[in-house]
């Protein structure tokens, strides 16, 4: 590995605390940027690893009416499930804080102020979007409307998440407020802004020259989109009362822009953890010899690469981000994930389903990483990567090692004979793993980097599969001392190397084999680079643990019940978003009174010939037994519905249909699902003839 620097700051986005984590965020954001932490570590890298909830913003106090709570209540809900989350994936920040800390209010406030006093902003006072049914502005992102360059009727107000053109709220066709639904208007407000534009010379030559050949295509592409549109002034306070009140006289009822404190909240992390770990945070935020790396996902490239490096730059004293590895969306089950329609697999609900297996998910997700663009989530792959990779590679090499170790040596690790050209050929490959998986994650190459770890596991299998000491125990015991030797070497290298993966299987499968960890190990460095330069892993002699399951088999019923979950919310969502046919013409009493609707009984129904959708039915009115054609061949089977009770339409006027003359017409309705359904007179004591009023 290249290290150029002996100190990181790692950022990863600040989750928003309107809401729980889901496998989106972890996938996109959370569970690279752990992967890269724990990594570094491993190399003795001094690591800063920070992130926080970001608690402000016109969303919060709207949720929180929604929900019939404060917004402090709210956004202390949320953090606690959301940094509850955290800590059951194994995300190993070094500080998780908040925006609503008296650290980041004051860290905030004094980074505006200084670029205030040095008179960074522009002062302006024009027209904004204003909601009067709300009565108040409408921040970029509560402003919907249909985009000017790709036609995206559900653009926001601040960027068009299908083109990712950056826009300004007043630039969209036909906007309305997120809030209320209504059109607002426009009406004069002062604000101070950031002059972008100003900065778009320096951007150019840092990000699309400096930065060309070193950053994600996706997040370089994205970047030079924006640049080449031409930088504009962006507003950095807004008019609302929650968030962190403008620093300055006259500016009463203003507050910073959500997007302006946000990403100071990493800065304020910083500050809180080194005054708890006895450091300076300046050395992690100033300090030349340190890289700064974020962790986001596509919705905040713009953010993270443009406007955030031009408010370091303008403050002067901070370093710039070395990079900005974003990766794109995670789909679930071929949809886009969505909160407000909860189409997600949510962290707190999955571990109530699949407890103690939060590496499986993280293994999953890194497997199906949308590292350069989108990718689905399914739970049938999910199940198929638990069974076929995690279960019958990795944890069957494990269990395999372990016990035969247990059984032929009672648990202590033989000592090996003379190596065959083969050993010394599985040996030499072991020492090149940390290289090659190095490599990967230097490049930011996480799904990589784990197919490799995957390869380690398989060059083991595929060592015990050719050696076969079950059966060479029966003709050369000593040969099979070697034999489990190596393959001992091979599971204590596994047990290093995939904790940046699967942290809680690393730790398992160290405490299985008893190896030592050291702290003096752990903080040299030595515990990932040990594994090409040491001669024995887990020496000879040392006594190792009994077998344990390190992954267990995921049933089909258990993947049943998560995609009628899904089914579930589809089926509400369809009926939440189904159109209600609007109220017809006027009808008078006169007309309805022309109506004859009466009771009947199905007594008799077949299949129109060489028609799929019609059935001939024979229906007991009451007033006699008459043949109506319906098209509901498709709902029904003929058989399910004869002695079904309708409402029939008796005087409608005769018509023949495919030759059958039917006399009348029986009523129906559709279901949440589309489903059609009997207008049901099925109750106790209503009689064929029965007229409906």
């Known amino acids: 590995m290249n290290k150029p620097s002996q100190r990181y700051t790692i950022t990863a986005a600040l989750p928003y605390t309107n809401g729980p984590i889901h496998i989106g965020h972890l996938a996109g954001v959370y569970v690279p940027a752990d992967i890269y932490a724990r990594f570094l570590r491993m190399q003795g890298i001094d690591v800063a690893f920070v992130c926080g909830s970001d608690e402000h913003g016109v969303a919060i106090p709207m949720k929180a009416k929604k929900e019939g709570i404060t917004p402090q209540e709210l956004i202390d809900k949320y953090h606690s499930i959301i940094k509850q989350s955290f800590v059951d994936f194994g995300v190993s920040f070094d500080n998780y804080s908040r925006t609503s800390a008296d650290v980041h209010h004051k860290t905030a406030s004094e980074f505006f102020r200084k670029l205030y006093d040095e008179g960074k902003f522009i002062e302006d006072t024009n027209e904004q979007l204003y909601d009067a049914e709300a009565n108040q502005f409408l921040a970029d992102r509560f402003v919907t409307g249909t985009c000017p360059k790709c036609g995206n009727p559900e653009a926001y107000g601040d960027q068009c998440e299908n083109c990712g053109t950056s826009l300004n709220a007043t630039d969209l066709i036909n906007p309305k407020s997120a809030i209320t639904g209504s059109v607002p208007t426009m009406k004069q407000t002062r604000h101070w802004y950031l002059p972008l534009d100003q900065y778009e010379s320096w951007l150019k030559e840092w990000i699309i020259e400096g930065h060309k050949r070193d950053w ?29 009140p403008v620093p300055v006289e006259g500016a009463d009822g203003k507050v910073l822009y959500v997007w302006f404190d946000a990403p100071i909240g990493y800065i304020s992390s910083t500050k809180e953890w080194a005054e708890r770990e006895g450091k300076n945070w300046e050395d992690y935020w100033k300090a030349d010899d340190t890289k700064l790396v974020h962790f986001i996902g596509k919705d905040n490239i713009v953010f993270h690469c443009v406007i955030f490096p031009i408010m370091l730059k ?21 949809k886009k994930l969505s909160t407000s329609k909860n189409w997600a697999v949510w962290l707190h609900e999955y571990l109530q389903d699949f407890p103690g297996q939060q590496d499986v998910l993280r ?14 989530f399914t739970w049938k792959d999910f199940q198929a990567r638990n069974n076929n990779e995690l279960v019958a590679i990795f944890g069957n090499f494990i269990n395999r090692v372990v016990v035969l170790t247990d059984k032929y040596y009672e648990g202590e690790v033989p000592a090996p004979g003379a190596y065959t050209e083969v050993d010394e050929e599985t040996l030499a490959t ?11 994650i230097d490049k930011y190459r996480f799904r990589e980097a784990q197919g490799e770890l995957m390869n380690l596991a398989r060059l083991g299998n595929k060592y015990l599969a050719d050696e076969e000491p079950w059966k060479l125990i029966k003709t050369d015991a000593e040969r099979v001392k070697t034999v489990m030797y190596v393959a001992l070497q091979i599971a204590s290298a596994l ?11 690393s730790a398992k499968l160290k405490k299985i084999l008893n190896m030592e960890q050291d702290e003096k190990s752990l903080s040299s460095g030595t515990l990932w680079n040990e594994i090409a330069t040491k001669e024995a892993l887990l020496a000879a002699g040392n006594k190792i643990g009994k077998a344990e399951l390190l992954f267990s088999k995921i049933e089909d019923e258990q993947i049943q019940e998560q995609l009628n979950k899904l089914e579930t919310t589809k089926a509400a969502n369809e009926a939440e978003n189904k159109k209600v046919e609007p109220q017809k013409e006027t009808a008078t009493f006169e007309d309805f009174s022309k109506m004859d609707l009466r009771v009947g009984t199905i007594v008799e129904a077949t299949k129109m010939p060489k028609a799929d959708k019609l059935l001939v039915l024979k229906i007991n009115t009451g007033i006699d037994t008459r043949t109506i054609v319906s098209g509901i061949a498709q709902s029904f089977k003929p058989e399910e519905i004869i002695g079904k009770k309708v409402t029939v339409l008796v005087n409608l006027a005769p018509r023949k249909l495919r030759g059958v003359e039917s006399e009348g017409m029986i009523l129906m309705t559709e279901n949440a699902e589309g489903k059609l359904v009997f207008l049901n007179p099925d109750t106790e004591g209503v009689e064929n003839g029965a007229v409906i009023s």
């Open 314 to 334: 303008a403050e002067g004293s901070y370093i710039l981000p070395e990079n900005v590895p974003a990766n794109e969306f995670l789909n679930l089950e071929g």
């Open 363 to 376: 293994y999953v997700l890194t497997a199906n990483a949308p590292e350069t663009k989108d990718n689905d």
């Open 216 to 244: 994600k295509v996706n997040v370089y592409g994205q970047v030079k989109s924006w640049i080449d549109d031409g930088l504009r002034a962006r507003a950095v306070t807004r008019d609302l009362d929650w968030g962190i």
């Open 430 to 440: 072991l020492r090149a793993y940390p290289s090659v998986i190095a490599s990967s």
């Open 495 to 505: 047990a290093t190397l995939s904790e940046p993966f699967l942290p809680f299987t």
